[in-house]
């Protein structure tokens, strides 16, 4: 009983740390590793084990297999489908989804969304329509698609080898893919139909902004050739005809907020200032002014330069992006990664700052300058997903051979492991090296894709899942929830066990909700006395069923800031999918896997 005691307080306990957020998820999984070694519930030689779960290899290699795919263009055909035909705007968001569901059952389900996301926003540019009504549906697509298959999402991966646990083969490559399917028509024909109504349509009445987001914050200098020396912010529009918002201004080291449309500019003067990408621009060009980047020094002084010297992209920072809780100055943007800060945007933003104290966080929108030979790489170091084309293809000019290679390698892989050839842990490991050894990514690529909070997380949470199992807590609460359903049919037990799944994936992450609801589905088929299978797919569907909020999942908080969104849009949106998923979900699965 005390063994319990320990393993619940700290379960507990890391799902309030998930929840809140400031401290990285990896490292709240080891956190919670390690209490359970020194407590004595884990012997510390079966501490790391979990880092050799086939569940933790097969993940890596997926990401590795999804970043090939992506760099070599071997799917883009697909995706540029999307913006031809028909305009009419039910049609899109169902293309839009089906395409992002079907890429999403065989890659990474983030992998999936960088593919389709700029699509999505080019597509809503086009049909002069915001892109809040496409990206919300794009993201939830990638998560319903990952349910299709047993690379498609890491709870499906989790839950397959659990299924060893009770005594049966691991669930097989398209096991998944008769309830998977079916949730992602319910989900795709809830949001063609529904689900795009409850999409708040947030756009601007002036110059039909490309992006609902806020605008960009950003800083300008009043060099000794700008055409405004001498001149009041006043003329801005009197003169060149520029609606600019300039919230302060930087001068001699002290700060003017908020400053009077007579206040007459000087040399050296550092504009703060909210403006669109397309406005800084103009603004550039009319009045001499030059942009600075992040790199500042305490008087002010900053790298300098224009607007044609590099190409100037959007970019959305992921979970997982190395800027997260770190400003520009201490990654040292210009130095690292010759990249220029020029603005930032993020919902909610309202006090001035400057560009050098500006912390990170998941969903920031940047506005950088790099130069064009480097915009993948780029891409690829920082974590962050292009949010549309600014005179920069999304698509990649690398050789047909390589594309039809890295497509060759990732079908025969999936036959493999469909025919039970090999297991799936080596069929793609050895797909993952076969990118390498033919050189369709390098080493440095190869380690680069891997999302090693992820793997981390995972590694380290694994034992605790077991814990949860040697324990005999998962025995305990399968025994309250039998208790608690023992005077209603088996299925009113997979309705109750989506439900608390499906809470718990909308607060922490997926796979987490995924490794501590498997003990407790295995130990509900024991004392119920019936198969396994109808419980560990039902952790399946839920675990994937983040919708209610943006900090289920990746993908949930990648749209976040580029569609404008606010935390309650989700559940507003998600909860009636969610009941769906239930409500469909259950009787489906029971209907396959019977028990």
């Not at 139909?193 to 409850?198: A, D, Q, T, V």
């Not at 100055?329 to 690292?336: D, F, G, I, S």
């Not at 990170?360 to 993948?376: H, N, T």
């Amino acid at each position: 009983m005390g063994q319990q005691i320990i393993v619940f307080t700290v379960i507990a306990i890391a799902m309030l740390l998930f929840i809140d957020g400031r401290i990285r998820y990896d490292f709240v999984a080891l956190l919670g590793l390690l209490v359970l070694v020194i407590t004595g519930v884990i012997m510390p030689e079966e501490a790391f084990l979990g880092f050799s779960h086939p569940a933790v290899i097969t993940v890596a290699a997926i990401l590795v297999i999804s970043s090939a795919l992506v760099k070599t263009g071997a799917i883009d055909y697909l995706v540029i489908l999307l913006n031809r035909g028909t305009q009419k705007k039910s049609v899109k968001l169902l293309s839009l989804m089906l395409v992002t569901a079907i890429i999403s059952g065989f890659m990474n389900n983030v992998g999936a969304l960088a593919l389709i996301m700029p699509i999505a926003i080019t597509v809503a540019k086009d049909s002069k329509l915001p892109p809040s009504l496409f990206l919300m549906p794009i993201a939830f697509a990638s998560l319903l698609g990952g349910m299709m298959t047993e690379i498609g999402t890491p709870p499906n991966l989790i839950i397959s080898i659990y299924r060893t646990e009770a005594g049966m083969e691991p669930f097989a490559f398209f096991d998944f893919a008769p309830v998977g399917i079916v949730m992602v028509i319910i989900g795709i024909l809830y949001m063609t139909l529904i689900g795009w109504r409850l999409i708040p349509h947030r756009r601007t009445s002036k110059n039909e902004k490309l992006f609902d987001i806020d605008e960009y914050l950003s800083e300008v200098l009043v060099s000794s050739n700008c055409k405004m020396i001498g001149k009041t912010l006043r003329d801005f529009y009197t003169v060149y005809k520029l609606e600019i918002n300039v919230i302060g201004i930087i001068r001699n080291g002290r700060k003017i907020i908020a400053p009077l449309a007579n206040e007459q500019l000087i040399i050296g003067d550092i504009l703060i200032l909210k403006a669109l990408p397309t406005e800084l621009v103009e603004l550039v060009e009319k009045t001499g002014m030059t942009l600075k980047g992040a790199k500042l020094d305490e008087l002010g002084s900053g790298e300098e330069f224009t607007i044609k010297d590099l190409a100037l992209v959007e970019v959305v920072l992921r979970g997982d992006s190395p800027l997260i809780g770190r400003n520009a100055v201490e990654t040292q943007l210009r130095n690292r990664f010759n990249i220029n800060l020029v603005a930032v945007s993020r919902k909610g933003t309202s006090s001035i700052r400057r560009l050098k104290s500006f912390r990170f966080r998941s969903g920031d929108i940047l506005l950088i300058q790099v130069p064009e030979s480097m915009l993948q790489d780029t891409f690829s170091k920082l974590r962050c997903l292009p949010l549309a084309e600014r005179g920069v293809s999304i698509k990649n000019n690398k050789s047909k051979m390589k594309q039809y290679l890295a497509l060759g390698i990732f079908i025969t892989s999936i036959s493999l492991t469909t025919f039970g050839v090999l297991p799936v842990q080596i069929v793609f490991t050895l797909s993952a090296l076969l990118m390498v050894l033919f050189k369709i990514i390098n080493a440095r690529e190869f380690y680069d894709a891997i999302e090693w909070p992820t793997i981390i997380m995972l590694g380290a949470f694994l034992p605790v899942g077991g814990a949860l199992q040697s324990s005999g807590s998962s025995d305990t609460i399968a025994n309250f929830l039998v208790q608690v359903s023992m005077n209603f049919s088996p299925l009113y037990t997979i309705v109750v066990l989506m439900t608390l799944t499906m809470l718990l994936t909308n607060l922490i992450n997926n796979a987490a909700a995924a490794v501590l609801m498997a003990p407790i589905a295995l130990s509900l088929a024991s004392f119920m006395g019936v198969s396994s299978d109808p419980l560990l797919m039902s952790v399946c569907v839920a675990s994937s069923s983040a919708f209610l909020t943006p900090i289920g999942h990746q993908s949930n908080m990648l749209v976040m800031g580029p569609g404008g969104y606010q935390f309650r849009d989700y559940w507003k949106v998600g909860l009636p999918l969610s009941i769906l998923v239930i409500i469909i979900g259950a009787p489906l699965i029971v209907l396959v896997w019977p028990f």
